[in-house]
């Protein structure tokens, strides 16, 4: 029997919940529902959060266990431009049972990462999804013609720091927080980052990355680089940006652009939709080519 166990079996218990946070940047939060502070695995868990929690909901199987949480926004804990900016999107979540009058004695009640997070009213709600979550997705390899991946991990092994494959620089001209704009791109050709990555890494936005939809030149001679969707943060000039080059999973980018052909994990030479059409013919000849006269 557990230390906790044989606290819950004396029937007179000093029990709360704590909830761990740690985002995709390595920041980490805790919150308790308890009205002292708790430490342990490397979490201070804060009591002044307001954070609760609705009931858990676990099942066998592979359906997907969830949970709801409830706090206040704040400044020092969770605030609203940061759920704005999605720093909270994908965050682990772990959740203890412990007992608070000795935190060794605790046990871990739920284990997973925030889905869907809400905020109004000075307040947030938080989707907790459980591990479960990621084995109803599609798995395995898809057998097409071009690389499912893309920009940062291309997927054949290609380091993206290798020199003229990414571009250190700072903003200059920035709309909406989608379209970066600047005075020379000299050393690369147009296009060249198209289906590639921009980083933040300074400022109110540091750490977030958009996914590059085009990079053209103006008709005034600027580079325009276009983002799929806007970075949701504070953007200013003379903020530091990265950008990494682009990859349309082709295998000719693949092999003219990064030359690492021999490492390319697509098919490029299935069959197309015409081969469907295609007919046995009994005269002419069959040299393997197009069978249309």
Not at 162 to 183: I, Q
Not at 248 to 259: P, S, V, W, Y
Request: charged share 25%; with cysteine; hydrophobic share 40%.
């Amino acid at each position: 029997m557990s230390d906790l166990e044989a606290h819950l079996a004396t029937g007179l218990t000093t029990v709360a919940r704590c909830w761990g946070i740690e985002r995709s940047d390595g920041a980490r939060f805790g919150f308790t529902d308890h009205d002292c502070d708790l430490s342990f695995e490397g979490f201070t868990f804060r009591a002044d959060s307001g954070l609760t929690a609705l009931a858990l909901s676990q099942t066998t199987g592979l359906a997907v266990d969830n949970t709801e949480g409830l706090g206040a926004l704040s400044d020092v804990a969770i605030s609203e431009a940061d759920i704005e900016a999605g720093r909270f999107d994908g965050a682990e979540v772990l959740c203890w049972l412990v007992n608070w009058a000795d935190v060794a004695a605790r046990r871990v009640l739920f284990r997973g990462e925030i889905g869907e997070l809400h905020r109004a009213d000075g307040a947030f709600r938080a989707e907790l999804r459980g591990l479960s979550t990621a084995l109803n997705q599609p798995m395995g390899r898809a057998y097409q013609k071009t690389m499912a991946a893309g920009a940062p991990d291309l997927g054949f092994g290609f380091d993206p720091d290798t020199a003229g494959y990414h571009e250190l620089r700072d903003v200059e001209e920035v709309e909406e927080g989608r379209l970066f704009r600047f005075s020379d791109m000299a050393g690369f050709e147009e296009g060249w980052f198209t289906h590639g990555r921009l980083r933040l890494l300074s400022g109110d936005a540091i750490g977030l990355v958009g996914a590059i939809k085009r990079d053209e030149t103006l008709p005034d001679g600027r580079r325009e680089i276009a983002l799929w969707e806007p970075i949701r943060a504070e953007i200013a000039p003379g903020d530091a940006l990265r950008l990494d080059a682009g990859f349309d999973g082709r295998f000719e980018t693949c092999r003219l652009k990064f030359a690492s052909a021999a490492d390319f994990r697509g098919f490029p030479d299935i069959p197309g939709e015409d081969w469907l059409t295609s007919y046995p013919s009994a005269g002419g000849s069959h040299t393997g080519g197009s069978l249309r006269g």
